[in-house]
């Protein structure tokens, strides 16, 4: 069982940044990988970036390519998501899920555990 806590969320103009931060409890938490995903009023939820247990492993969606950075310190059972060069298209809650599963999956049905959400939103 992994719980799930989400911050740094906030209002932030366009070309601004944010760091989300995740805590995890739980001792399994660097056996995990790790996801991020958003959702933005009246759409699905869509992912953004994933890591695999040993941090080595990242992958991300086209939209934020070069411009969001996950990363996850397991000593401190904690995932990261450095966003940078924010768009107002950028808006929307953001979680941070979490599965047993080695292989990292970008859908929302591959991960057991999620968060509350943290509001970004983005302004022009």
């Known amino acids: 069982q992994v719980q799930l806590v989400e911050s740094g969320g906030g209002l932030v103009q366009a070309g601004g940044s944010l760091r989300l931060s995740c805590a995890a409890s739980?001792?399994?938490?660097?056996?995990?990988?790790m996801g991020w995903f958003r959702q933005a009023p009246g759409k699905e939820r869509e992912f953004v970036a994933a890591?695999?247990?040993?941090?080595?492993?990242?992958y991300y969606a086209d939209s934020v390519k070069g411009r969001f950075t996950i990363s996850r310190d397991n000593a401190k059972n904690t995932l990261y998501l450095q966003m940078n060069s924010l768009k107002p298209e950028d808006t929307a809650v953001y979680y941070c899920?979490?599965?047993?599963?080695?292989?990292?999956?970008?859908?929302?049905?591959?991960?057991?555990?999620w968060g509350q959400g943290t509001q970004v939103t983005v302004f022009s």
């Open positions: 899920a979490a599965t047993p599963s080695v292989a990292i999956s970008t859908t929302p049905k591959g991960y057991a555990y």
């Open positions: 890591i695999k247990w040993s941090g080595h492993g990242t």
């Open positions: 739980g001792r399994t938490f660097s056996t995990y990988t």
